[in-house]
């Protein structure tokens, strides 16, 4: 009965997890300047968005060049 209690909670929380996780914002912006660490940024729906709060920006695929890898 412990055992089956466990394994109920612990797929509960990891359900919860995995549920939070998906209620990230998803918000698209465009780069207008860079200075330094700084990078000043146009969104189209900013609302979502809090100052100070921390976000992940990922570039876009055409963004920046990559550099082509030299192989033998």
Not at 14 to 23: C, E
Not at 38 to 60: I, N
Request: net charge positive; glycine share 6%; hydrophobic share 50%.
């Amino acid at each position: 009965m412990s055992k089956k209690l466990m394994t109920l909670a612990l797929a509960l929380s990891f359900a919860a997890a995995t549920v939070a996780v998906s209620f990230a914002a998803d918000v698209t912006c465009t780069v207008k300047s860079v200075s330094g660490t700084t990078v000043t940024m146009d969104c189209k729906d900013a609302s979502k968005l809090a100052a100070g709060s921390t976000v992940t920006v990922k570039a876009a695929a055409g963004g920046a060049k990559k550099k082509a890898i030299e192989g033998c």
